[in-house]
């Protein structure tokens, strides 16, 4: 029986720790009716359905948060360990799936299982059966159906961005559901996104603007389900999906249908800017905004100033309740990249100690704006043909200078400041110095060591000042907080694209919601930094720097790897050459010298159409005759 459609019965016991308060776990010897005998027992069932979220916060997940030419891993770090490198190099196949999201089992050691198709039916199930509850109240009666809507219509998200057109799974199959029923066809795209946009508008509904347990802050929201609307549509709206013959012509049923339009419709981003114009407005009615840190209001310097409440809505409030309006409360994930995150203690090296492992790449370092507001190309403040040069006295190279305050509040560089430990300590990444490359005892490159920082550049994003190692105890002290999923932010770099692509140009609406992002960084108004450069950008010129202001404000946070495929720029920016300073260097007129990106002794594989979207594994195809592999596979 097709896995996609296959009856499963019973409840989901092992509960993930995507929801932390989710620490109700049914009996053992549960039945489904047992499920529904009381309030208590479908809240469990329901958070059992929360129990297949899946930890996107980690370096596994396919351009979560790495995957994309923003961050990346150690180079010596297996596919075993970091399976989206699966996809970087050409190993994901439709019969090696590393990245699994239509079954609970199959993927090779280190790959990730996560059957979405049973959630959706756990989440009907209990949508036809919740009702039975004797003592259930009129309100969590509604909100729990809201929930239903919501997961149902997030699982069919999840896997319309992995793999485009997907079977809709529009109720619970009987068990003596014929074949025409279990095994169908592909749905087309538009039609999966109508799907979508229908489950998440009946949440909407259904749902309170925020959950008022900030024990239950995973939980679905109307600001959440506003938000998973918008990105559905601003996805569809988008060159990959709207009408793309270019990679989808052959993409078709065994009836002829097209699974992907072939005709453009720009109307679909005029659908997208009204999703993202109720969603903002909505948010700010139920008090979203975008954090400022009140600890920071004293700093007379706006550059200071803007720094600080960047660096501070990631990782200040536990709970940051103003701007996200949804997150993963993973208390694991957290630890895990600020410990791959921190920078090494002290020398002699221990693999105990920060493992220095993320390393942010080239293309993000280039892609910030300087502290104009403008990019590097286009401020005329900038010597371009001195870039790559440094100041023989601090050490450190012009391009780290005069940037603009998100990349000091994100990104650590030679001879910079990194704020770890309480205090402030300086990146010192000189071969054989405390955050370079280790040194054998006659003075050459320990190339063994697998936890080393290969670009130049560290990342200061998720690492708050109080994270620190012990190395008498050998543990580690971290902040605890949530990690951002959709924030109000989002929306309004979301509308303005929208709004751009439909009208072809930016209304004073736009420009608001551009600046209020601006502002909270630190920088000058789209308008007067552009005044600088000799006016307003138009046309595509306008495109690419909308495309740079979503890029820097959502900048290792997963988003990167989604908007390069669905711009249609993936293949362009997997396949470049990515540059780095030359960390093997021992002092800085050899580690200043531009060097290729060494990239795990292999080179990258992007290939267009094939790996915009993953495949469909084969024992799918295999049982259900009615499905067709996606392009490439």
């Not at 609970?104 to 919740?130: C, E, K, M, Q, W």
């Not at 057109?165 to 795209?189: C, G, Q, W």
């Not at 370079?436 to 936890?451: A, F, M, P, Q, R």
């Not at 303005?496 to 009208?503: G, Q």
Request: proline content about 5%.
């Amino acid at each position: 029986m097709n896995r996609i459609t296959r009856i499963v019965i019973g409840i989901a016991l092992a509960l993930s720790s995507a929801c932390n308060y989710l620490d109700v776990v049914p009996e053992d010897n549960a039945t489904l009716d047992d499920a529904f005998k009381s309030q208590d027992k479908a809240l469990s069932y329901l958070f059992s359905i929360y129990g297949h979220l899946p930890n996107n916060i980690q370096y596994w997940m396919p351009g979560q948060p790495c995957g994309g030419d923003d961050l990346a891993v150690a180079v010596k770090g297996t596919t075993r360990w970091f399976c989206y490198k699966s996809m970087v190099y050409g190993e994901e196949s439709a019969s090696t799936v590393y990245h699994n999201f239509m079954r609970h089992s199959g993927a090779p050691t280190g790959g990730v299982n996560y059957d979405y198709y049973s959630a959706i039916r756990y989440a009907y199930t209990f949508l036809d059966r919740i009702q039975q509850v004797p003592d259930i109240s009129e309100t969590n009666l509604r909100e729990w159906q809201g929930e239903a809507w919501y997961l149902i219509g997030y699982f069919h998200w999840a896997l319309l961005e992995y793999y485009g057109p997907i079977v809709i799974m529009d109720h619970e199959i009987s068990l003596n559901a014929d074949e025409t029923e279990l095994y169908k066809p592909r749905n087309t795209f538009d039609e999966c996104v109508d799907f979508i946009v229908e489950c998440f508008d009946k949440a909407i509904e259904m749902l309170p603007p925020r959950q008022q347990n900030i024990r239950w802050y995973g939980r679905a929201s109307a600001a959440a389900a506003h938000g998973f609307k918008v990105r559905t549509l601003l996805f569809a709206a988008s060159p990959l999906f709207n009408g793309n013959s270019e990679f989808f012509s052959r993409l078709r049923n065994s009836d002829g249908t097209y699974l992907v339009s072939q005709t453009y419709d720009p109307a679909k981003w005029e659908r997208a800017r009204i999703a993202a114009e109720q969603a903002i407005s909505y948010a700010e009615q139920n008090g979203y905004r975008l954090y400022e840190n009140p600890a920071n209001a004293s700093i007379a310097d706006n550059f200071e100033r803007g720094v600080r409440n960047f660096h501070d809505y990631f990782v200040e409030p536990e709970y940051n309740t103003d701007e996200y309006l949804c997150a993963y409360v993973h208390t694991e994930g957290p630890k895990k990249i600020q410990r791959l995150s921190g920078i090494r203690t002290e020398l002699p090296y221990s693999a105990d100690d920060f493992t220095t492992s993320y390393q942010v790449m080239f293309p993000a370092v280039e892609m910030y704006y300087t502290k104009n507001g403008l990019p590097l190309a286009d401020d005329p403040t900038i010597d371009l043909t001195t870039l790559y040069d440094y100041d023989p006295d601090t050490q450190v190279a012009n391009i780290n200078q005069n940037r603009e305050p998100r990349f000091y509040a994100c990104v650590g560089y030679n001879r910079g400041e990194f704020e770890i430990a309480n205090e402030v300590k300086q990146v010192q990444a000189y071969a054989g110095e405390v955050h370079g490359y280790i040194l054998k005892n006659d003075g050459s490159i320990n190339s063994s060591v697998e936890y080393v920082n290969s670009s130049g550049y560290f990342l200061k994003k998720p690492v708050h000042r109080t994270t620190a190692y012990d190395k008498t105890t050998k543990t580690f002290s971290y902040k605890k907080f949530v990690y951002p999923v959709i924030r109000l932010a989002e929306l309004y770099l979301s509308y303005a694209e929208a709004d751009f692509e439909y009208n072809g140009k930016l209304s004073a609406q736009s420009l608001e919601y551009l600046n209020k992002v601006r502002s909270r960084c630190g920088l000058p108004d789209f308008e007067e930094s552009w005044q600088l450069a000799g006016g307003m950008p138009t046309g595509s010129k306008l495109q690419q720097v909308l495309h740079m202001e979503r890029n820097n404000e959502l900048m290792f946070e997963g988003h990167r790897y989604r908007d390069m495929r669905r711009w249609k720029e993936a293949g362009k920016c997997m396949n470049a050459t990515w540059k780095a300073w030359n960390v093997w260097g021992k002092n800085a007129t050899e580690y200043y010298t531009i060097k290729d990106f060494k990239d795990f002794d292999r080179p990258r594989k992007f290939e267009t159409p094939r790996h915009y979207l993953l495949p469909y594994p084969i024992e799918e195809l295999q049982i259900n005759e009615n499905l067709v592999q996606n392009p490439g596979w």
